[in-house]
């Protein structure tokens, strides 16, 4: 935003008046210095002038470029691992600026022997004595430039060997640039990469007794993918980790693919048709759209009675598809169930976990040059699930990138590190005194509280806590911060989303402020497009959302309820109100099947409703240790939940009578029966007992995933869930990969034309 005072600066509307030059600065006219200049700047990176503002200034762009930080990266490995090398290059460089500086003044001592001179040039003896005595210097500083430039192109062949792991690291970090097209909320800072890089180059304990240098610079590149996930991850919605690690998953299989080049194919490398064929693959699922129409498409061939039913429409639409664009899938597209396989396709098309199954024949059907990769065969699975069964393609993407990463396929995610939450203590050692912590949550979810059990395990007692969104609060906020960063001690500041505008300066504060190494600032804030981007590059961002699956909702909001007093009937009461409301949320995840809208159920509607409940049930005992349940006053709970408390954010009649189909089969007197079913089919009976304690192993006994008839929905509502996901996952990916790509294209064509040594020239760049 440019204030429109500066217009006519901007503009230059000058005017002369009895010999002054004037300019209009509001309603004043202000003298006008031919030296005056006005310097606009920013901290946002992704800040975009609008065409009129452009045109009237000189933009200068200080972000950084690949080629930059690539020759930055590579003298920061250099320095590390080959000190010596590095000084080398050094004093070369030096050396070499030096006998070009001598050469420019033995230049100009010619010039100006020759103007110095008198009548014919070879009369004068001073003159020619001049010239040899320059020639013969020139000669010796020429031999000494030539030796330094043979010795550099030794130097930089040693240097050549660190060029992939600084490749690495810039694609690595334009990659977490480009993350932002995803969400406005997904900011990395250049501060927030260069950390992760020297944490993996300088305190690795898994460098610790290796001295051979190949393999150092395997296990950094190795480390950096890993901790940069692990660290990236935490900032990013759960279902969008996916997305990430398949990008960084394409610049290791690119790394890799230039190391095997290099190595050649007798040293134990995959071969060059190997990599051809991966890329291949990778190409048709990262760029390629969705499979055309099913009407323009034919039906595989040979399709065997026993898979018809389990082959559907779409599913052969993509066979046909693929059997276009890909050649290796023409054979077995065609020859679909025709031998001895039908049993293999059948179990694999009714396998609760396909993606471990896949018919060999279809993965190798064109040879076994891509079996010669781990990473291809895995893409080719998921080349195949994502056909047949497209409700899997998020477990064949998890198993492509452990694949890549080595890690082990029987538990894909977690080999590679997909994290559902950072360790909030562990992010507090990392950061500094000058990086705020932001707790990023959906509206509706608090993250507060777990700054406050950190402060409590830490012994943080002076910890001081402001609630933002008035004048008030950040007069208060102000002061605090101050009084901490003297001391050393913690900040929480909650809701800052409400104060955008004191957000702004409290990004230029920071910028300055000089704090005690203990000092902490926590920022909670609801994930808002009002908060500034300047602010997020410049925090740690950790994104926090409800918990996912009914079990996880359930035990969530029964610790939440804590324990319970008399009447005994209290707990089971609780216990019923936490099943709704797990039922309520996990039911938002399948929206618009689950519910017509994604309304803002939060944990706040579980305690308004506890507190009606709890009130309503008081007033009833009368301070009796038990009550039988039919004296407990459901319809006055029941109309509180469904009108009230629940109900009030619905806004579909049919949604609403689902609301009070649930509550009126859960809050009645029968929920105290023995043997009480929560769900009809399958059927699921409520615990038994009244302690909390009783609930809570109930709970923790639950399946791992439970089935959506749990929450009134269709058997197949999970397997709808998982294929709408899918398609999310491969659509991110392309967005990324185009995106990505568009940066190497820009940077081949920004180098186009550039001769010598890039190394020499990234360092210019950087300097």
Not at 115 to 127: F, H, K
């Amino acid at each position: 935003h440019v204030d429109p005072i500066l217009n006519p600066v901007l503009n230059r509307e000058l005017r002369r008046t009895g010999g002054r030059v004037l300019v209009r600065l509001g309603t004043q006219d202000v003298d006008f210095s031919p030296a005056f200049r006005m310097y606009l700047a920013t901290r946002d990176p992704s800040a975009v002038l609008p065409a009129d503002l452009a045109s009237r200034v000189t933009l200068v762009s200080f972000t950084v470029t690949r080629a930059s930080l690539q020759a930055q990266c590579l003298g920061q490995a250099m320095r590390h691992e080959r000190p010596d090398v590095d000084r080398r290059r050094r004093d070369l460089l030096r050396l070499q600026g030096e006998l070009r500086l001598r050469l420019h003044e033995l230049e100009k001592q010619l010039l100006q022997a020759l103007n110095a001179s008198q009548g014919s040039v070879l009369d004068d003896d001073a003159v020619v004595t001049s010239l040899e005595t320059l020639k013969a210097e020139a000669a010796e500083v020429a031999r000494k430039a030539a030796e330094t430039d043979g010795v550099m192109r030794e130097v930089d062949r040693v240097a050549g060997a660190f060029t992939p792991l600084a490749r690495a690291c810039a694609a690595v970090y334009f990659a977490l640039e480009r993350l932002a097209a995803l969400h406005p909320f997904y900011q990395f800072s250049l501060d927030f990469f260069d950390a992760i890089f020297r944490e993996v180059l300088e305190r690795n304990p898994n460098l610790d007794g290796v001295a051979d240098e190949a393999q150092r610079l395997r296990i950094v590149r190795r480390d950096l993918f890993a901790l940069t996930f692990r660290r990236a991850a935490a900032s990013l919605h759960h279902d969008r980790q996916l997305p990430l690690l398949l990008l960084l998953a394409q610049i290791k299989l690119h790394g890799d693919e230039e190391e095997d080049a290099a190595a050649g194919e007798g040293a134990g490398a995959a071969s060059q048709e190997a990599w051809a064929r991966l890329n291949a693959d990778l190409d048709h699922v990262l760029r390629d759209a969705a499979p055309a129409a099913a009407t323009q498409l034919a039906a595989p061939a040979h399709v065997p009675p026993e898979l018809d039913a389990l082959v559907d429409r779409d599913a052969r639409a993509a066979l046909a598809a693929q059997a276009q664009t890909l050649g290796w899938c023409r054979a077995w597209v065609r020859d679909l169930g025709a031998g001895d396989d039908v049993a293999e396709w059948a179990g694999f098309l009714r396998s609760d976990e396909p993606e471990r199954c896949v018919p060999r024949a279809a993965v190798l059907a064109d040879g076994g040059a891509a079996g010669e990769l781990a990473a291809a065969v895995a893409l080719r699975e998921l080349v195949v699930v994502r056909a047949l069964r497209p409700d899997r393609v998020l477990a064949a993407a998890a198993r492509l990138a452990a694949a890549v990463f080595g890690g082990d396929s029987a538990r894909p995610l977690d080999a590679v590190g997909l994290v559902a939450e950072a360790s909030l203590g562990a992010v507090v050692r990392e950061v500094g005194a000058a990086t705020p912590v932001a707790l990023c949550a959906v509206p509706g979810h608090d993250a507060a509280h777990r700054v406050d059990a950190l402060a409590a395990a830490e012994a943080r007692h002076g910890m001081r806590a402001v609630a933002m969104g008035s004048a008030e609060g950040e007069k208060l906020a102000d002061q605090a911060i101050t009084a901490a960063a003297k001391v050393g001690s913690w900040v929480l500041l909650k809701n800052v989303h409400l104060a955008p505008a004191w957000l702004e300066r409290l990004e230029k504060r920071l910028e300055t402020q000089r704090a005690h190494g203990d000092f902490r600032l926590f920022l909670t804030m609801e994930i808002n497009p009002a908060v500034p981007v300047s602010l997020l590059r410049r925090a740690r961002t950790l994104l926090y959302e409800p918990a996912t699956g009914l079990r996880a909702n359930l035990l969530e909001s029964l610790r939440a309820a804590g324990p319970a007093a008399a009447p005994a009937e209290r707990g089971r009461l609780r216990f019923q109100l936490a099943w709704l409301h797990a039922v309520v949320i996990e039911r938002l995840r399948y929206a618009p099947l689950g519910w017509a809208h994604r309304y803002e159920f939060s944990d706040a509607d579980f305690a308004c409703a506890l507190a009606t409940v709890d009130a309503w049930l008081t007033r009833a005992a009368q301070g009796r240790a038990n009550i039988a349940p039919e004296r407990i006053p459901w319809d006055a709970i029941r109309s509180l939940l469904v009108e009230s408390v629940y109900g009030g954010r619905i806004d579909s009649a049919f949604d609403h009578r689902v609301l009070a189909t649930f509550v009126e089969r859960w809050f009645c007197a029968d929920a105290y029966g023995a043997d009480f079913a929560l769900v009809d089919e399958p059927c699921l009976r409520a615990p038994e007992g009244t302690a909390a304690a009783d609930f809570e192993r109930w709970c923790l006994a639950l399946p791992e995933s439970q089935p959506p008839t749990w929450l009134g929905l269709p058997p197949n509502a999970e397997t709808l869930l998982l294929v709408q996901k899918g398609q999310r996952l491969l659509a991110d990916a392309r967005k990324l990969r185009a995106l990505m790509d568009d940066d190497e294209g820009d940077d081949e064509d920004d180098s186009a034309g550039d001769k010598g040594d890039g190394y020499d020239r990234g360092s210019d760049r950087a300097a």
